[in-house]
Nanobody, 126 residues
Framework: QVQLVESGGGLVQAGGSLRLSCVASGRNLASYAMDWFRQAPGKEREFVAR????????YYTDSVKGRFTISRDNAKNTVYLQMNSLKPEDTAIYYC???????????????????WGQGTQVTVSS
């Protein structure tokens, strides 16, 4: 089981930036990819970005490409989500997640996730 603790949410004006952090602990972290999901009021939880503990590959949903950057610090077991050029439609609760790399669900399906963080609120004002 993986434990995830997030930080870094807050209120920002449109066009501003925030950086989210997620510290992971537990066994067999390499068996998981690290994801960020978000959920806006009245909407389903949606995939945002993914990174693996090895290699350089990253994966983003189209709506955040060019604005958000996911990265990691293996020495600190920490994953980051740098969010630039924020828009009001980015307002949501953001969740760090550890998704099983062996899952047969589609790549953005929340059912891949084995562990969720507690969530952190990001609010972008217009």
């Amino acid at each position: 089981q993986v434990q995830l603790v997030e930080s870094g949410g807050g209120l920002v004006q449109a066009g501003g930036s925030l950086r989210l952090s997620c510290v992971a602990s537990g066994r067999n972290l390499a068996s998981y990819a690290m994801d960020w999901f978000r959920q806006a009021p009245g909407k389903e939880r949606e995939f945002v970005a993914r990174i693996w503990w090895t290699g350089r590959s990253t994966y983003y949903t189209d709506s955040v490409k060019g604005r958000f950057t996911i990265s990691r610090d293996n020495a600190k077991n920490t994953v980051y989500l740098q969010m630039n050029s924020l828009k009001p439609e980015d307002t949501a609760i953001y969740y760090c997640a550890a998704s099983n790399i062996y899952s047969t669900y589609s790549s953005t399906d929340p059912r891949r996730v084995g562990s969720w963080g507690q969530g952190t609120q990001v609010t972008v004002s217009s």
